[in-house]
């Protein structure tokens, strides 16, 4: 579920509202009461991706992936 931060612009409290994507938007300051003066504000997301996948290699080029298929092929065959 999305976290939504929302601003009163009667008390300028920030508020984070936990809440599906089709849930209406609160309309009461949980600090002063004010009815109809939030403002839904614009906050940068965090996340981390982990481990190998598609981020890791599923933008490499075939020409990337048989050139160091290659080159490990050929070391190996050397030695």
Known sequence: MPIYAYQ???CQKVMEVMAKM?????TK???CGTEKQ???QIARTAFQLKGDGWYNSGYEGKSNRSSSAGSSS??????
């Open 29 to 31: 300051c949980v600090n």
């Open 22 to 26: 089709s849930d209406p938007a609160p």
């Open 38 to 40: 939030l403002q839904k």
């Open 8 to 10: 009163c612009s009667s």
């Open 74 to 79: 050929s070391a190996s065959g050397d030695s």
